[in-house]
């Protein structure tokens, strides 16, 4: 790995930091060799600090730290992306980043729909609402419905046809996203545990 310290009159290259997971940037630090070096062999992430002039790990005083997932260089070797897992906030002002925002997962179109289902479940009383309905009956139905559409998605996994099988499983996801709320749950509450299951391959 050749990084292009020569570049920068104080030897210091530019680093920023990403969660892993999210792809939130968290925040930007500056890199010398031994602090590249010491984040390298410890995994946890260390900058040089030019307040301090010496080396810093993210952490070392908070317990906040940055754990070490990917280590990666430009195109011009002369700046650093690192993706990280961090053990709480980041910026020490007590926020997820640096920037003051949060860092949680955005699920695209599903975000958008788990907010609608909120809605429903806030107002149960919306009239020609589906989801506010299933919200009236209560829990039990709801939890039969995602069962009924679990037989659904096996039956039509042994089919050959990719459009039911996908009508299925997007009826199944949205019924397990209404059951989730019901329960007080969210879809980062799933992630977190899938997440908690995962190790990092941590080798940069």
Known sequence: MKIDFKKYNDELVPTVV???????????????QEAVTKTLETKKVTFYSRSKKRLWTKGEET???LDLVS???????????????????ICHKGTDTCWGEKNYS???FLSYLENVIQDRKDDPEQENSYVASLFRKGINT?????????????????????LNFLNESADL??????????????????????????KFDREA
């Not at 260089?73 to 053990?87: E, M, T, V």
């Open 63 to 65: 317990g906040n730290f």
């Open 173 to 198: 996801l949205f019924h397990t996203m209404v059951l989730l709320q019901a329960k007080g749950f969210r879809l980062k509450d799933v992630e977190k545990t899938l997440q908690s299951r995962h």
């Open 18 to 32: 990403q969660d892993a997971i999210t792809q939130k940037v968290l925040m930007l630090g500056f890199m010398n």
């Open 71 to 89: 280590f990666n260089l430009d195109c011009d070797n002369d700046s650093i992306l690192i993706q990280a897992d961090p053990q709480g906030p």
């Open 106 to 108: 955005k699920f695209g």
């Open 142 to 162: 709801i939890a039969q419905k995602v069962g009924e559409e679990a037989v659904e998605v096996v039956i039509e996994a042994k089919d050959d046809n990719d």
